[in-house]
């Protein structure tokens, strides 16, 4: 068996194993699905059927308190037709089914539907609970079949008191038909359903109506009797609902239970309606669950399909990929060299522009030290003749005179010295003042050869910027000599400088009064190997003196003043760029 077949049998059995996995998962999240809206209908049902009856029960006490009614109970029939439509009234303000008051004997002396066929006038309802109670002093809530109608409904009653005793007793009824038909109150679905059960496990209410009347646990003979003798279902005996029933938690159970002729399974949720001492069950239809994991399954396997097809071709790459490395890893070392030879060569292509510089200068420097020495030799010989004639005094000022013409070739060479030698970049903070002042010593000589009147500038000395000092001072050095340069011919030969601070940068701009920068060569003098001199010069001092500015994350650019001569200016940076 080849390995590839052995990865497709790995891939399939996988695909099982995911399967089973996320059938599993799928059905528990339902099933959650299906709690959290049980939970949910289960608690909107009981405080509405809660807060439903709660307003029923109020109207009892509302008649007991009439004045009309109490007068009719005390004077023994007195404006019997006044107190009917008063109850016909309260009857349909209030949605109730009925409305009526009785006597001490149970015996109804008005009602609200005094005019129909079935009133309660003259009947008596002693052997209910919700009278002989009320009777005795207490407010009733009672669930009962009509005695004439066998109509469900909840019944509230009250005692009428007169002089601190009981006189009659003023009941409700209202039909359990109401609540069923409400669909959009009680927040119900198309799969789902609810009942309400008593304390004696007999559902009262649900939308369902084979489920009515039925009870939730097997009543045996003594149960049965004294259900019968209560009268509460009158001759009806529940009959026992078919149904299991396996607890998910406190409040949440799996239910099977037989609905329009089959067996059916729901996720219920039980919520108590504490005035009238019941249970309010709301049930979700989960019994095709299984059959709504096919799609999931179906997406995953399409997913895991797409998911094995990438991995594959990205494993087939990744084959070929690991013939690459070793090329790789050659070309990598190879790039690092050439970077490191790239970056010598740069280092001595700037010492070289260094030296240039220097060569260029070199006339100059020579006039500079050797004027001195020929002075110092001068002195010397005007010294030895005076100590000779024994002035000491003369011969002593002679020396000193000597002794600051060699500190000044000291200072010359020193500056040299340090501007020549090769290092390695070392940003800090320097001083902008005192690198121009040591770039323009070391330029002195070609300016003055070529009769440059320096305007030098006011320049604070705690002005800094962030450069390599000696680098910064090469790229001066370069643009003082070249504008020198250029001047050499001109009438008027004057180089200055201008100053703009900023935030955190440092504009500098080194103004001459020279010919200016031809217009075709304004944007190529910053290219390497490009020149304006015709007789000397590599074309590498300017180029290189970006590359240095660059480093530091200045800008250098060069333009033509508007009266003439060229203008180069120099931007850095005040402190540390912080990324």
Known sequence: MSSLSKKFIAAGVLLIMLLILVFYLGRSHDYEQAQHQSQTQATQLSHYIASELARFK????????????????????AGGDAVNDYLEDIQRASGASDVYVMDLSGTVLASSNWQVDYTFLGSNFAFRPYFYLAKQGEKVAYFALGMRSSERGFY?????????????????????????????????????????????NVIVM??????????????????????????RYL??????LPYTHKPLNEQTILQKVLLNGKQSRFITAVESIEIINAKASVLVDVTNVELAQIPRLLWFSVFYAIAVGLIHTAMVRFAGYKKLLFSRHSL????????????????????????ATIGQLSAGINHEINQPLSAMNTYLVSAKRLLIKGNIEQASENLVLVQSLIERVHKIVAQLKHFSKPAQTQLRQQSLASMLKNALMI????????????????????????VDSVKFE????????????????SDKRELSFELELFDDRVKLSILDTGPGIDQHALGNI????????????????????RQIIDSFNGRLTAHNRPKGGAQFIITLQTNKETS
Do not use: C
Not at 58 to 77: H, M, R, Y
Not at 235 to 240: A, E, F, G, V
Not at 526 to 544: A, D, R, V
């Open 526 to 545: 910053f290219e390497p190997f490009y020149s304006t001199k015709t007789s000397n010069g590599l074309g590498l001092g300017l180029s290189i003196s």
């Open 156 to 200: 509230f009653s009250e005692p009428l008191f007169y002089q601190g005793e009981v006189v009659a007793v003023v009941a409700l009824k209202v039909n359990a038909k109401k609540f069923e038909q409400d669909r959009q109150l009680l927040n119900a679905s198309d799969t789902s359903h609810f009942y309400i059960a008593l304390e004696d």
């Open 206 to 231: 649900s939308d369902v109506a084979d489920w009515r009347l039925k009870s939730l646990k097997p009543l045996d003979n003594q149960q049965m009797a004294a259900l019968v003798k209560s009268r």
């Open 58 to 77: 109020t109207i009892p006490s509302l008649v007991s308190a009439n004045d009309l009614v109490k007068s009719f109970i005390v004077e023994k029939g």
């Open 332 to 355: 990598e070392q190879e790039v690092i060299e050439r970077t490191q030879a790239l970056e010598k060569a740069q280092k001595a292509l700037i010492q070289t522009a260094k030296l």
């Open 235 to 240: 001759s009806h005996k529940p009959t026992l």
């Open 443 to 466: 330029a002195s000589a070609q300016l003055k050869q070529d009769d440059i009147e320096v305007k030098a500038a006011d320049i604070d000395a705690n002005i800094t910027v962030w």
């Open 474 to 489: 090469q790229v001066l050095v370069n643009v003082i000599t070249n504008a020198s340069q250029a001047m050499s011919e």
